[in-house]
């Protein structure tokens, strides 16, 4: 399912309940490049919303939150050093706002590369509805002040990535993962300060 909504739209995503708890000030972390060794800190994230007896997860998913990667992050993170983590089974909704000044950017959930993004990845969501319109296409994909709504099943545990499709954001560092486990719980995880 998709809805969009242009930048007149008076829509108002209001999140309420939520994630796990963890510092605050961490969303402004520097990119750092995540391996499973890192110690990870669990964040408090008001654009998480997790529904267990309607097993039901909705995503506020901001692209270009704020400048660092040149805009090419979400939420404010980019380069993998944000974990989002989601049960099997459950619904997921991704409200995805475009912020970036200057630019289209598109969403989707697809396998994570052994190695770097490349330069065009390939629009496939391992998700069937799991990824934005138009995702590769620099001027019809989610443009700046729009909002588009994306809604999939994650029905298979495992590690993904969520990223950008244009190209070069991505392999530019436009990306964070998105894991979907088995028994667990959502919830918010980025590398510790330092780390």
Known sequence: MRRTFGPGSALLFTLSGAACGGGEGAANQPAVESTVTDPMVV???DWLQADSAAKTVTLDVTAGKDASNNYW????????????????GYEVTINFLNNDP?????????????GPFSAMPIP?????????????????????????????????????????????H?????????????????????PMAGT
């Open 102 to 114: 200057n630019t289209a950017h598109s969403i989707g959930v697809t396998q994570r590369p052994t």
């Open 73 to 88: 992050n979400f939420n404010g993170y980019a380069n993998g050093n944000l974990t989002i983590t989601v049960p099997e």
């Open 124 to 168: 496939t969501p391992v998700f069937p509805g799991g990824m934005s319109s138009n995702p590769t296409a620099m001027t019809d994909a989610t443009k700046t002040g729009v909002t588009e709504t994306i809604t999939f099943t994650a029905a298979t545990a495992g590690d993904y990535a969520m990223a950008c499709f244009i190209l070069g």
């Open 170 to 190: 991505a392999t530019s560092g436009m990306w964070i993962n998105f894991r979907v486990g088995q028994g667990s719980a959502s919830g918010v995880e980025a």
């Open 43 to 45: 964040l408090v994230a």
